[in-house]
């Protein structure tokens, strides 16, 4: 059983930057790929980011390019995800998610999740 556990989120106003972090223990994580999602209130869950389990491949909801990074360090079992340039749209839930086969955009493929961190832009 994997147990991710989001940090990092918070109050910010729009054009600041936050860095989220997601610790994962309980598996072998560097084995794993890992995405980033955010559910704003009234809204379906929707994809950020997502990188393999090696790093070598990244990939961005048109939405966040450009203004969002998304990292990981395997020696500390974490993945990260920089946000720039925040807009007040950006407020939202942010969940990290992990699969040890899936890499991609579609939530319900991704087998073990987080609880969440608030991340607010105000405007």
């Known amino acids: 059983q994997v147990q991710l556990v989001e940090s990092g989120g918070g109050l910010v106003q729009a054009g600041g930057s936050l860095r989220l972090s997601c610790a994962a223990s309980?598996?072998?994580?560097?084995?794993?790929?890992m995405g980033w999602f955010r559910q704003a209130p009234g809204k379906e869950r929707e994809f950020v980011a997502a990188?393999?389990?090696?790093?070598?491949?990244?990939y961005y909801a048109d939405s966040v390019k450009g203004r969002f990074t998304i990292s990981r360090d395997n020696a500390k079992n974490t993945v990260y995800l920089k946000m720039d340039g925040l807009k007040a749209e950006d407020t939202a839930l942010y969940y990290c998610?992990?699969?040890?086969?899936?890499?991609?955009?579609?939530?319900?493929?991704?087998?073990?999740w987080g609880q969440g961190t608030q991340v607010t832009v105000s405007s």
């Open positions: 998610a992990a699969d040890r086969t899936y890499y991609g955009y579609r939530p319900g493929h991704y087998d073990w």
């Open positions: 309980g598996g072998t994580f560097s084995s794993y790929n």
């Open positions: 990188i393999s389990w090696s790093a070598g491949n990244t």
